[in-house]
């Protein structure tokens, strides 16, 4: 009875270890959950960027991620394992300041000194006349 006991407290003890020994992740971008290791695996979900995570073993290239009590694998390059989420940045909203439209003034006229048509007007005909 007593090895029993024994072996049944050591199940115990390892299944609740299982999720301590994951180490928390954070997503940078947006990624997909897996099923397996391996691109032509079927998507179970996409882990939305900014995420946290818990990450468990890490073997060729692809991670076993828990993300929302869901356990598939992810990518292994798209994983940051600092464990901390960068703080997230507040948009602002834009104010556009309304100014007062500007006028410009007219130039003034020219003005003009003397008929222009002096020197070319020599009689009752417009332009110059050639006398030969």
Not at 6 to 11: E, H, N, R, V
Not at 32 to 51: A, M, V, W
Not at 69 to 91: N, Y
Not at 100 to 114: D, E, L
Request: glycine fraction near 10%; hydrophobic fraction near 35%; charged fraction near 20%.
């Amino acid at each position: 009875m007593r090895a029993f006991m024994a072996i049944a407290a050591g199940l115990v003890l390892a299944v609740t270890a299982g999720p301590a020994l994951a180490k928390p992740a954070y997503v940078p971008s947006t990624v997909n959950l897996r099923s397996g290791p391996g691109t032509d695996k079927d998507i179970l979900g996409k882990i939305p960027s900014g995420s946290l995570i818990d990450v468990g073993d890490c073997t060729g290239g692809w991670c076993a991620v828990t993300w929302q009590e869901k356990s598939g694998f992810a990518i292994e390059t798209a994983i940051d394992f600092s464990g901390r989420v960068p703080p997230r940045r507040i948009s602002r909203p834009r104010y556009y300041v309304e100014e007062p439209p500007i006028y410009y003034a007219a130039p003034p006229p020219p003005v003009y000194y003397g008929p222009y048509y002096r020197r070319h007007y020599f009689g009752p005909y417009w332009g110059p006349r050639y006398r030969w």
